[in-house]
């Protein structure tokens, strides 16, 4: 079981979380119309093997998006930040 | 007989007599004896008969790795399958019973098994899917009996009466193992101050010293450090516990059979408590399995490991035979042969290494030990027990060099080196080594640094070495965690036993072979399974050479074997027909549970009700007093019908539907999803979020809203209000409110980071109840107070202020029924005094409650979505519902709904259907042309079905292939499941007042 260290809440069970999926992905603007920009956004992602940035949603604690970084090999957690504070 | 208890020693109690009994037979048995210890003392030599060829086993081991001697333990709701009598102590009224024969174990028809032996050797199953017989009756008939054939213990059918709980320990050290290494480890880290947790799967901690004759040395330096460790108050001891899993982040799950040695718990305890442990460090003491001699027979109940005959006869007083051999080809079985020569049986030890060491050859000639080095056990026999042991001098590789000799003995007891129990290490991902020099797979080195092996568990060496290493290991641990006492010197370790250190100049012996190489029988790799070196051989033959594929060729290793006993001579002598090194043959890997657990520890107390929360709303109470039928909505329980005298579901839902359209009802719609959207932006985030405007609608009034997922597909849907200046009040259905807030926070706070919103749910703090019908007006205008309900101040889609009984509320217009509706919104608490006041003033009204299934009936009538609509593969365009769609601004999914795959003309789009005939259709039926075949997928299908009151007949919704333009057309209603095929006309689906005349009332 992973233990996450979310930062409003501290170390907590992964059972708290849900997973979110990859964080290095960018949300297109609004704006945006051409269909590829958002088929790449929903779909389209790289599962890395290492280091890993993800979206976490502490849901049964502070409800916060959180952004961790995750080895996909050792699942070593080397960062967590809120997903506000960490500019996309 | 030949087993017997011994008139002295042992650490069982003499004066404590249990009653125990076997297949029926009462068994002399003492506290302490384990039931494998009371079969042995009772000569009950054969317990069980194996997996697949029924052939007759005894007791092999006296640990966690016993292959043969699985049964039936307990009675009733207690009575539990596939126990190990090795592990199970014994207590005042255990009743046991072999499972897996018939009639008995003694008598067992399906040993008949053996003579098909041939024909089910590895990988017989898979064979049965290709060839002649491959979808034949013939292979249906065999199936059958293969199926009945497999499994070893019958399961219970009983509800178990016992209590289990689940509990959290947290520590700095976590030290598996209360062996030697593991007290030295758990000593370190005690002294030095940190927070430690010991965990041992036996009742005693002592590990290997248990089984040391009672009076020997080690005796008293076990309870030197039993009593320190007691009186430490930082170390916490769990014994008759085992760590099973070890899980990402050092947290571990641990099973504490804390009731499971009586017959029953005492009031209130539980018989097993599941922990889940998290710490900072592990110290794996976790020992090692001795590993079994591969020859002839060497099933025959009789053969035994050659640690767990010192166990018997030191531990437990237990003499398993009086005319022994031992066979090894290291020094660990050195101490068995001298404790039986002590206990007065006479003793052949065969040593399959040509040079043995000196000290230990005159020792044991001196005890009375008759020796033969260079020589090994070629076979076993007998039939049913042990009676005689084929002795031939060996090559290194383990063929005889001359013929056999055969001398009559009872039992043959066998060490072929020992293998260090490293599953707990392995399942974090860990491929352990193979250790040409000491004959075993080791740890090899920290990958992961919080957790390290020590004593046995890394092959350190003797007595000495495990508690000097597990001291270090537990020191280590405890620096690493802060802890800044000194945890002193190493105990002195006591006096060893002969040949202690099993590490010390072992010679490999994987099969014992005739001259030719073939072994004299049939030679056992995996005695819980029937695996032989024949069947290795077969998998090499065939090509299943890699060791995953082996294992699973096989079944080599599975079970609760799982490696313990049969994976090194199997990676063995695969490596051999491979002419491979075992190193390079690799080992398979080891998953969580390291032994057999209960359902019902890791359930604890989540059982039945206690599953998952119920969620009720505060007006349940009214609805069960009222006689109402309840249904589940999810996590909630909801109203399903009120039946009046005799009706079924049918009658009340009709009458129910009927009479809100003619007079009032009243429907509790507490469980619908709300959510607080509050904050400058907020118009801005309900303008992206759904698929229509929102920037124009004032305070005071309420828009139907829809919204869809990134992909573009439907979502959700709901009424949104505007409750001030900033501050909407946005309504979800009830199975969607979870999903729809965790988006919305999703969006705000990894994409729209600039929006000043906050989103809260707000679900719990508002019941709801919508009064629907033409009387709705009349009867709110005489209970409301504060509010002008007219048709000109409270228009549809408009909401108010007012107050019921003192108790302010929000009264919104809106219909979901499609009469003249209300929702009022009521404080959470206040909901069942505001729904009693509604229905006290309701009398003269008739107004009458409707549960969720008249509800469904209305909706339906009116053609609007719910969840069996909006299930995830529909878009607006299926749905009719394109025109909400704004096309003056971006929303979430308005690019993506574009795709071409989604825009398809041809996609199935809803439609009404008029059912032919009095029965109604199920949701599911594929619809299919008047005309043509009956195949495949068919045009679409139906979503939702009701009977219509208003229109006097059954309908329903669905969807259909280009629906729009099929209108009056017939079509077929087909249900597969229960063959039955209808006739409908497409219709509009708006099936009674397509105006929408009556909401606007």
Request: some cysteine; overall charge negative.
């Amino acid at each position: 079981m992973l233990r996450i260290p979310c930062p409003i809440c501290g170390l907590r069970d992964e059972t708290e979380f849900s997973y979110g999926g990859d964080a290095s992905v960018k949300r297109p603007a609004m704006a945006e119309t051409d269909p590829k920009a958002w088929m790449d956004y929903v779909f389209y992602r790289g599962n890395p093997r290492g280091r890993h940035l993800e979206y976490w949603h502490h849901v049964q604690g502070c409800r916060q998006w959180l952004v961790v970084e995750r080895d996909t090999v050792s699942h070593v957690i080397s960062g967590c930040r809120l997903a506000r504070e960490v500019s996309p | 007989m030949t087993a017997s208890r011994l008139p002295t020693g042992g650490r069982i109690d003499r004066s404590k007599p249990l009653s125990v009994t076997f297949d029926g037979r009462p068994i002399d048995a003492f506290a302490g004896d384990s039931l494998a210890s009371a079969l042995l003392a009772n000569d009950e030599i054969l317990v069980g008969r194996s997996f697949k060829y029924h052939r007759p086993r005894g007791v092999f081991s006296a640990g966690v790795e016993e292959p043969n001697a699985l049964v039936h333990l307990r009675t009733g709701g207690r009575h539990e399958p596939n126990a190990r009598a090795t592990m199970v102590e014994a207590f005042d009224g255990l009743v046991a019973n072999a499972q897996n024969a018939w009639p008995s174990v003694r008598l067992d028809v399906r040993a008949a098994n053996q003579l098909l032996a041939p024909f089910i050797g590895a990988g017989f199953y898979y064979k049965t899917f290709i060839g002649p017989f491959r979808g034949t009756r013939f292979w249906m008939f065999c199936e059958r009996f293969i199926r009945r054939a497999a499994g070893m213990g019958s399961p219970g059918t009983l509800e178990d009466p016992d209590r289990y709980e689940t509990v959290n320990l947290f520590c700095d050290v976590l030290v598996v193992g209360g062996g030697p290494a593991g007290l030295s480890a758990a000593l370190a880290a005690g002294r030095a101050g940190a927070q430690v947790v010991l965990v041992e799967q036996d009742a005693q901690l002592g590990g290997a010293l248990l089984s040391a004759p009672i009076g020997d040395p080690s005796d008293a330096w076990l309870e030197a450090i039993r009593s320190e460790l007691s009186a430490m108050s930082n170390v916490r001891v769990l014994t008759r516990a085992t760590v099973f899993g070890a899980y990402d982040h050092d947290v571990y799950g641990v099973v504490e059979r804390v009731w499971d040695h009586v017959a029953a718990a005492p009031e209130g305890q539980p018989r097993q408590r599941f922990a889940v442990v998290r710490t900072k460090r592990t110290v794996m003491a976790t020992g090692a399995i001795e590993r079994p001699l591969v020859f002839g027979g060497n099933d025959r109940p009789g053969v035994m490991l050659a640690g767990a005959v010192r166990s018997y006869v030191n531990r437990y007083a237990v003499l398993p035979g009086r005319h022994m051999v031992v066979a090894t080809n290291n020094d660990s079985a050195y101490a068995t042969a001298r404790d039986l020569a002590a206990a007065g049986a006479d003793v052949t030890l065969v040593d399959a290494r040509q040079t043995v060491p000196d000290e230990l050859a005159s020792q044991s000639r001196a005890e009375g030990v008759d020796l033969r080095p260079g020589c090994a056990v070629l076979s076993a026999k007998g039939r049913g027990r042990v009676a005689g042991a084929v002795i031939a001098p060996v090559s290194e590789e383990g063929r005889a060099t001359a013929p056999g000799k055969t001398i009559a003995c009872d039992l043959i007891a066998v060490s072929g080196g020992w293998s260090p129990t490293l599953h707990l290490w392995s399942q974090r991902q860990q491929k352990p080594v193979f250790d040409a020099e000491k004959a075993c797979f080791v740890p090899a080195g920290d990958t992961v640094p919080t957790m390290t092996c020590a004593g046995d568990a890394r092959a350190a060496g003797g007595l000495a070495t495990a508690i000097a290493d597990g001291f270090a290991a537990g020191e280590n641990a405890v620096i690493a965690t802060g802890a800044t006492n000194a945890a002193g010197h190493v105990p002195e370790a006591p006096e060893p036993w002969p040949g202690d250190d099993w590490t010390r100049g072992i010679a490999p012996l994987w099969t014992v072979t005739r001259a030719d190489g073939k072994p004299a029988g049939k030679a056992f790799v995996d005695l819980q399974n029937d695996v032989t070196t024949s069947d290795i051989d077969l998998a090499h033959r065939e090509g299943y050479q890699a060791v995953e594929h082996l294992k699973r060729y096989t079944t080599t290793g599975m079970a609760t074997d799982q490696g313990k006993l049969s994976n090194v001579n199997a990676l063995a002598r695969m490596a051999q027909l491979r002419d491979a090194e075992i190193a390079d043959v690799g080992t398979t890997t080891f998953r969580p549970p390291y032994t057999p657990i209960t359902i019902g520890a890791l359930a604890g107390n989540e059982t039945g009700h206690h599953f998952r929360a119920t969620r009720l709303t505060t007006i349940d109470e009214w609805h069960r007093e009222h006689g109402a039928v309840m249904t589940e909505a999810g996590a909630w329980l909801r109203p399903w019908y009120y039946p009046e005298a005799g009706e079924d579901v049918r009658a009340a839902y009709v009458r129910e539907a009927a009479h809100v359209r003619q007079h009032v009802g009243i429907v509790d719609v507490s469980t619908l999803g709300k959510i607080a959207v509050q904050g400058p932006d907020a118009a801005e985030f309900l303008n992206r979020i759904y698929i229509n405007g929102w920037k124009t609608l004032p305070v005071g009034r309420l828009r139907y809203g829809v919204m869809l997922r990134e992909d573009g597909f439907v979502f959700d849907d709901g009424a949104t209000a505007r409750l001030g200046e900033h501050d909407y009040f946005m309504s979800t259905t009830t199975a969607n409110a979870a999903p729809v807030l965790a988006f919305a926070e999703r969006l705000l706070q990894t994409a729209w980071t600039d929006l000043e919103v906050h989103v809260t749910s707000i679900t719990d703090q508002w019941a709801a109840i919508a009064v629907a019908g033409p009387k709705a007006r009349d009867l709110l205008a005489t209970v409301v107070g504060d509010a002008d309900l007219s048709r000109e101040a409270l228009p549809n889609n408009h909401f108010t202020h007012g107050r019921i009984s003192g108790v302010e509320v929000r009264v919104h217009r809106m219909s979901y029924s499609g009469e003249l509706a209300y929702e009022i919104y009521v404080p959470a608490l206040f909901g069942r005094a505001v729904w009693e006041a509604l229905i006290a003033a309701g009398g003269p009204f008739n107004l009458k409650p409707y549960g969720t299934e008249a509800m469904g009936a209305l909706r339906v009538e009116k053609g609007h979505v719910a969840g069996p609509e909006l299930e995830g593969r529909t878009t607006l365009n299926d749905l009719r519902l394109e025109g909400f769609a704004s096309t003056k601004k971006p929303f979430v999914g308005s690019v993506l709904r574009n795709r071409p795959a989604l825009t398809d003309a041809d996609r199935p789009t809803l439609v009404g259907l008029e059912i032919d005939g009095e029965v109604g259709a199920l949701p599911g039926s594929l619809l299919f042309a008047a005309a043509g075949p009956t195949e495949g997928r068919g045009e679409g299908w139906v979503s939702s079905t009701t009977y219509s009151p208003a229109l006097g007949r059954n309908i329903a919704m669905g969807l259909l292939k280009n629906g729009p333009s099929r209108m009056g057309e017939t079509v077929r209603v087909v249900d597969f499941v229960g063959d039955r095929t209808l006739k409908a006309t497409v219709v509009s689906h708006h099936f009674f007042d397509p105006e929408g005349e009556r909401q606007n009332a």
